[in-house]
T-cell receptor, first 113, second 114 residues
Framework: DGGITQSPKYLFRKEGQNVTLSCEQN?????MYWYRQDPGQGLRLIYY???????QKGDIAEGYSVSREKKESFPLTVTSAQKNPTAFYLC????????????FGQGTRLTVV | AQSVTQLGSHVSVSEGALVLLRCNYS??????LFWYVQYPNQGLQLLLK??????LVKGINGFEAEFKKSETSFHLTKPSAHMSDAAEYFC????????????FGTGTRLTIIP
């Protein structure tokens, strides 16, 4: 079945550590996105990529980094520079064209311990 | 620029009652509009979308929404609430211009009262 796979589902990080969240899709979509979700704040865009080897900062990119070396993969690294990383992280992808919806993974819940 | 405002972060309705979740958008060009639903600790699932054509859009689970350009609104409705409708709902907008990103509202948590 086609879809988006995020792993792990739960992740715990010690303060000062970098962690990488995985996002893989087999939908053959060009565009991929990372969103952060906090209670009462909706989804905020961290980074997005419309094509391999290219990505743009979203609204809250500070403290995060991404890569897009393959069409299927768009990993997100939460660096130690991100001061409040505890949140629910959602990855999405979409085919070309603004009328098409984004398809979402099941999310990764990151907690700083 | 584009933005979405969802009025009411929490809405409670009785089982069997009308569900109305409000969404107003701002967009400098004709928009594409979406409603998503999220159950606890899960990703988002598309309920329905408006692109062009008919302004009344029907989606899954008995939901529908009407695009009203004059009111810049895209409110989500369901005639009769069911317990399984309890979830968080997000309205989103994307400009009808190139391959623009989606912009989401802050969400409305729907509670169903038995």
């Amino acid at each position: 079945d086609g879809g988006i796979t995020q792993s792990p589902k739960y992740l715990f990080r010690k303060e000062g550590q970098n962690v990488t969240l995985s996002c893989e899709q087999n939908l053959n979509h060009d565009a991929m996105y990372w969103y952060r979700q906090d209670p009462g704040q909706g989804l905020r865009l961290i980074y997005y990529s419309q094509i391999v080897n290219d990505f743009q900062k979203g609204d809250i990119a500070e403290g995060y980094s991404v890569s897009r070396e393959k069409k299927e993969s768009f990993p997100l690294t939460v660096t130690s520079a991100q001061k409040n990383p505890t949140a629910f992280y959602l990855c999405a992808s979409s085919p070309p064209g603004g009328s098409t919806e984004a398809f979402f993974g099941q999310g990764t819940r990151l907690t700083v311990v | 620029a584009q933005s979405v405002t969802q009025l009411g972060s929490h809405v409670s309705v009785s089982e069997g009652a009308l569900v109305l979740l409000r969404c107003n958008y701002s967009s400098s060009v004709p928009p594409y509009l979406f409603w998503y639903v999220q159950y606890p600790n899960q990703g988002l699932q598309l309920l329905l979308k408006y692109t062009t054509g008919a302004t009344l859009v029907k989606g899954i689970n008995g939901f529908e929404a009407e695009f009203k350009k004059s009111e810049t609104s895209f409110h989500l409705t369901k005639p009769s609430a069911h317990m399984s409708d309890a979830a968080e709902y997000f309205c989103a907008v994307r400009r009808n211009f190139g391959n623009e990103k989606l912009t989401f509202g802050t969400g409305t948590r729907l509670t169903i009262i038995p």
